[in-house]
């Protein structure tokens, strides 16, 4: 998945990740009035929602980026009803042409990390393969070491998809635990040798590991230095726009050839026609594709 | 949740919470039969199954101890309808009078874990509130710091909840993150003084805290030294039986009066009657009772 990723951003000339994370306070008014009155006050009538305003979305953006990335918790919020709307999602992204990350941020002891990993590399029912989920990418956390990682490579492999570990985190707290210093570094620069040393396991042909690591935009210091130790590492790069990053902020981040990334930007995008609300709420697809526009533009230096 | 969890464990006498983990292989022969000729060889199949082995689980359970946990990744894995089997087992194990944990090990930036929050204090839909997983307890990650947990404490407070952050986890390479060394002590003991302080913004009142901590069995001499050091901090204890700890070896995790602790059982409980093949599979449930029993009889000094 890194090198159809890295393919397509030089071939869109875009490292851009639309954030499809939405909340039912950005759903515009008329989406939300019409789903409420075919489905009640439902939690089928949020994944209604969620559902056409992200193919609303998707169909704005979908000749300009890559990538987008679901973050699961917005969907796991609504139960079953909201997690129908996350997979009916990716079916629709993947239609489209879009390489899809599932944010899902998983880790744990090895038998519960296999499990987690059908993520990627589906189930088996009496030899018949289902792939109820059917990323391209899931995010990983490391707490647990690699125990937790190791189930994923297999499918990395086999199938040709990618796991981003956490690394270091864009939030401010993420400090508390990645900063702590033990033998003369952070915790965050161990867990940076980790990743490099599983990425080996499952390299592509780019010159870049399927197994790659999340590097908030909001350190900028770090991010250079990641990107020293981990030449062989994809970032995929949070925490620009409204987290508060800019373009100039995370080129170092990049390679010497301007590659090895990939920015998201959720509520900079999607949630656009709030901000400025130029056109107003029935043309929040537009808004999110003249922030698209905005945002490669603000890129467009680096790759 | 910590004080009713601490009440029932005392009415009866068993610190034991049953890890409702199931896998396909676990499955009897009659019950995958059934399912499948029904469902086929489908997703839905697999959580009708089960659905089923639970129901039976819980049947003859349910007198003997005061908890289960549901290990989501086992049914995320089936995708939609394999979590709707999780969701379906919670209601019925607190319809039977259990408390449910449920181990999602989730763990985001501030504004996600508000969404993740929900499994603990429901949706509000157009001043509706729906409570779409409503387990008691949930576990989290600590990797991203207090900005991922926060928004849990406000559940916790107000719908009497709890959570169980990750200390010290019992598989083999958890300590290549946990054991690094900083500023003196391992990063899982600051991960417990950080769980310590977060405790303090939810006390229950049997002298525990909502903000409650997985601590694994394998790891004796650090899990008495966390006894000391979190004194109102609540232990779940994974690890037991399958991983190879006894009554024995987590006897310090306790406290003077025998409590402060429950103690996790999965494998060994729910598929005991694969193991010793006594009665056969029809009498799976009537096997994972006796196993119940057994390890009551094995805590049974401690509580």
Chains 1, 2 share one sequence.
Not at 98 to 112: E, M, N, P, Q
Not at 225 to 246: N, V
Not at 266 to 293: N, W
Request: hydrophobic share 40%.
């Amino acid at each position: 998945m890194i090198d159809r990723l890295m393919n397509r951003i030089e071939k869109l000339a875009n490292p851009t990740v639309v954030g499809l994370d939405p909340t039912y306070e950005m759903m515009p008014q008329t989406i939300r009035e019409e789903m409420i009155e075919r489905y009640g006050k439902t939690t089928e009538a949020v994944g209604k929602m969620f559902l056409r305003f992200n193919q609303e979305i998707i169909n704005h953006i979908m000749d300009l980026v890559p990538a987008v990335k679901l973050q699961i918790a917005m969907y796991e919020k609504y139960g079953i009803e909201g997690l129908t709307a996350y997979t009916q999602t990716i079916s629709y992204a993947k239609a489209m042409g879009l390489l899809v990350i599932g944010d899902i941020k998983r880790g744990d002891i090895a038998s519960t990390a296999a499990a987690y990993a059908a993520h990627l590399g589906g189930v088996e029912i009496e030899g018949l393969r289902l792939d109820p989920w059917n990323e391209d990418a899931v995010t990983l956390n490391p707490y647990m070491g690699f125990d937790g990682i190791e189930p994923f490579l297999s499918p990395c492999n086999q199938y040709d998809k990618s796991i981003f570990i956490l690394v270091k985190t864009s939030n401010p707290s993420g400090k508390e635990i990645q900063d702590l210093i033990a033998d003369g570094r952070p915790v965050y620069a161990h867990t940076a040798q980790l990743v490099s040393k599983w990425g080996e396991l499952a390299m592509g042909i780019n010159g870049y590991s399927r197994v790659a690591a999340v590097v908030g935009a909001t350190y900028q210091e770090q991010g250079l230095e990641l990107r020293k130790k981990m030449p062989h590492t994809f970032f995929l790069i949070p925490g620009y726009g409204a987290q508060g990053a800019s373009g100039d902020d995370i080129r170092g981040y990049f390679d010497r050839d301007g590659r090895g990334c990939i920015v998201n930007s959720s509520r900079g995008i999607i949630a656009a026609y709030q901000k400025d609300g130029k056109c107003g709420a029935h043309h929040f697809a537009e808004e999110a594709r003249e922030a698209v526009l905005a945002m490669k533009c603000d890129l467009g230096g680096i790759s």
